[in-house]
Structure formats: structure tokens, C-alpha cells
């Protein structure tokens, strides 16, 4: 049996995106589906403040810490302290593209040394009882994919690791930039499922460019989960259906107006802490995509709602606007 049968679909860790606010929202969305964290590094996690960059809701389990860093001892202290704050799974990002990742000898460029990847999944393995993830890509640069990704793949799982998600396309360290890797290099699904076929007995889940529940589902023909991005922070109400397409949930008319109420008392507790009605609605503003009264949503959400002592009364006030309709069937 795959240790990680039961996350058959996932949400991507994303700079910037999937911080608490955020995973607190699309768990009223869906019960199963597997959270991430943003990528912490582990020298953060080690001599930061922990609270602060850690801490969650119980609700949000089952949730996923992914840690950035290439020093086995610092990962593995790292993995500790995440395990100790009560997280599911640690997961080691080798996919980032990014400047400042590759500055820090993290991310994707670790690609290039599958052996030292494996030595920080054993040091982290050795240090955890929660299971132990790997994220990449298919190659980095110059590689090319077949050699390239079975041999980080190899390692990982010799060392121990528990799972490997795989965003099928390359990372160009050289001549794109972070935001340019995200849609340039081509996708190649194929690759990642000749993995899979060739290591039936591991938990290999796919990534990028999944747009939709019937795509992803479609992908679980040839991989054990698929792990959406974008798709689910731009169009947050797609969640909403994950239960009973993936976890056999019953379907049945999704209650849009019990998550308004149920963010807006989350908005008020973080508000009653110091925080700003902003830094939850953020995460919001898509939810009610392509219905009437989307657009008025949003616009309170954009603007109202990030000014200065704003309250959670304005999340209720944007969702008087939007006309349901037909979205809770959809959702079902």
C-alpha cells in the first residue's frame, strides 16, 4: 500500500499565496484535499520567529510544511521543529526557480545534484516519524528529462522518501525568469508518467498546469495524485467539488453563504489580534468567478476591504452582491 494513497489531490505550495489566510479558506472548501505551506527556509525555521512563520489553525489539517535548503543537518533540525508544530507531512522544494533560490543554493538548481538531495531526505527521514516528500521539476537547464528525473527520483526514494510530486515541465535558471518558468517551458505530462509506470510501487503525483477537477482526475489514470496550482487560487470555488470527485464524499449543493460566514468570524478573530481585514480577503477575491455580481465581489474586496479598519462586516457586504444561481450546483 502507497503510504500517501489518501492525498489524491493536492494544493501547490505558492510563494506569496498559500499562507495561513489562504489555507484556512480552501479548507472550508474541502476537507481532503492536502495542504502546503509557502516554502520556509530552514535557516528561518531554525533562528526565526516560529510563530510567525508556522503557526495554523487546527482546521487545517492535513497540511504540508515545504522547506527550502541544500545542508542536511539544517533541513533535518528544520523538519523537527515542523513536526513539533504538529504539521502532517515535511515536504523539500527542489522545483523554485527563482533568483534568490538559487542564490541559496535551494530549489530547482538542486536538480543538478540529485546525490546531495538524497542525502538531505535521509537526514530528514532520520529526524522525522511524518512522512518525508520531495517536489521537482523534470530537469533543469541543459538536462535532459529522461536521466535527469529518474535520477533525483532513485535517490529520493532509496533515502527513504515518501512521495515525489513532479511539476512536469524543465526550470531555465538561465535566460527566464521565476514568472516566465511558470508558462514558458512546455509541459510534458508523458515524462511524468513514464516515471510512474516504471515505479509502481512509489507515490508519484503530478503538477502544472492543471486546470481544472476533470483534468486532474484524468491525470490519475497515469499517477497516484495531481496537485493543482493557480487554477485553485484564481478560481478558489473549483475546490468546492474535490470531495466528492476524489475523496467520495456525497454530492450535494455546496453552502456558499455558511463560508462567508464561517471567513468572515476568521477574518474577525485575526482582525481582534492586530491583523488587517486584507490579509485574509486576498486570498477571496476569485471565489465566485464568472457569476453576476462577481465583479462588484471583487471590487469591495479590492478596494474597501484592504483601507485601513476595515471590517469582517464588509466580507458579508461583498457577498450580498453576487447572484448564486447556478453555482451550487456546479459545485455538487
Keep these: ?3 500517501n ?3 489524491r489531490l493536492a494544493i ?3 510563494m506569496d499565496w498559500t499562507d495561513r489566510h489562504c489555507r484556512f479558506f480552501h479548507r472550508q472548501l474541502t476537507t481532503h484535499a492536502l495542504l502546503y505551506t509557502e516554502m520556509v527556509v530552514a535557516d528561518a525555521v531554525i533562528h526565526g520567529a516560529r510563530e510567525r512563520l508556522l503557526g495554523f489553525d487546527e482546521v487545517e489539517h492535513p497540511v504540508a510544511l515545504q522547506l527550502g535548503g541544500s545542508d542536511a543537518a539544517k533541513l533535518a533540525e528544520a523538519a523537527r521543529v515542523g513536526e513539533a508544530f504538529g504539521y502532517d507531512e515535511i515536504n523539500l522544494n527542489v522545483g523554485c526557480p527563482s533568483d534568490r533560490v538559487q542564490s541559496g543554493t535551494f530549489g530547482a538548481c538542486l536538480m543538478k545534484v540529485p546525490d546531495l538531495v538524497a542525502t538531505c531526505v535521509a537526514a530528514m527521514k532520520a529526524a522525522v516519524t511524518v512522512p518525508v516528500t520531495v517536489k521537482c521539476r523534470i530537469g533543469v537547464d541543459e538536462q535532459d528529462p529522461e536521466p535527469a528525473l529518474d535520477a533525483l527520483a532513485n535517490g529520493v526514494f532509496d533515502a527513504g ?4 510530486w513532479v511539476h512536469a515541465r524543465k526550470a531555465w535558471l538561465e535566460g527566464l525568469s521565476p514568472k516566465e518558468n511558470r ?7 508523458n515524462r511524468v508518467y513514464r516515471l510512474k509506470a516504471g515505479k509502481p510501487n512509489k507515490f508519484i503525483g503530478i503538477n502544472g498546469g492543471i486546470q481544472s477537477l476533470d483534468e486532474a482526475r484524468l491525470h490519475l489514470d497515469h499517477a ?3 496537485m493543482l496550482g493557480r487554477a485553485a487560487y484564481h478560481t478558489p470555488g473549483i475546490l468546492a467539488g474535490v470531495d466528492a470527485a476524489f475523496y467520495g464524499a456525497r454530492s450535494e449543493a455546496f453552502d456558499f453563504a455558511a463560508l462567508i460566514d464561517a471567513m468572515a468570524d476568521y ?5 481582534e489580534r492586530g491583523g488587517r481585514l486584507g490579509h485574509v480577503t486576498r486570498h477571496m477575491v476569485g471565489l465566485f468567478h464568472g457569476l453576476p455580481g462577481a465583479r462588484r465581489y471583487r471590487q469591495i474586496l479590492s478596494t474597501d476591504a484592504t483601507r485601513p479598519g476595515a471590517g469582517a462586516d464588509m466580507l458579508k457586504m461583498a457577498f450580498a452582491a453576487v447572484e448564486l444561481g447556478g453555482a451550487a450546483a456546479e459545485a455538487a
Excluded at 161 to 164: C, K, P, T, V
Excluded at 183 to 189: E, G, Q, S, T, W
Excluded at 267 to 271: L, N
Design 1 to 3: 500500500m502507497l503510504k
Design 183 to 189: 508558462d514558458i517551458p512546455p509541459l510534458d505530462y
Design 224 to 226: 497516484d495524485g495531481a
Design 161 to 164: 522518501a515518501d512521495a515525489l
Design 12 to 14: 501547490a505550495p505558492m
Design 5 to 7: 494513497q489518501g492525498h
Design 267 to 271: 477574518a474577525a478573530r485575526h482582525i
